[in-house]
C-alpha cells in the first residue's frame, strides 16, 4: 500500500477491489490519497476502513460496461437488478 501511494504520489483516488475479502479494501484504502481519500468499487458487501473512503458494491459486469443477463432479461444497472428482485 505505502509503495503504490508513493508510486502514485499520493493521487490515487479510485481502485477496483476483484475480492473484497481477507482484508483487501483496508489494504486498498491505504493506497489511496492520504489526503483525498477516494473511492473503491467492490463485488461484495464491504464496509469502508476509511471515514474519507467511500465503497460502493457493483457487478464485474457494470465495471466492464457490458449488460448482463439475469433472469433472461436485459440488464444494465444496479437499479434494473432491483427492480428484478422487486418484481
Do not use: H, Q
Not at 9 to 21: G, R
Not at 76 to 86: N, R, W
Amino acid at each position: 500500500s505505502r509503495k503504490i501511494r508513493e508510486f502514485t504520489e499520493n493521487k490515487l483516488t479510485k481502485a477496483v477491489d476483484c475480492v473484497s475479502e481477507y482484508g483487501t479494501v483496508r489494504m486498498i484504502s491505504e493506497a489511496l490519497s492520504e489526503t483525498e481519500g477516494g473511492t473503491i468499487a467492490v463485488i461484495l458487501p464491504c464496509e469502508s476502513p476509511k471515514e474519507n473512503v467511500k465503497v460502493v458494491m457493483c457487478w464485474a459486469y457494470d465495471l466492464m460496461g457490458k449488460v448482463s443477463l439475469i433472469c433472461r432479461r436485459s440488464v444494465k444497472s444496479m437499479s434494473d437488478i432491483l427492480l428484478l428482485f422487486l418484481a
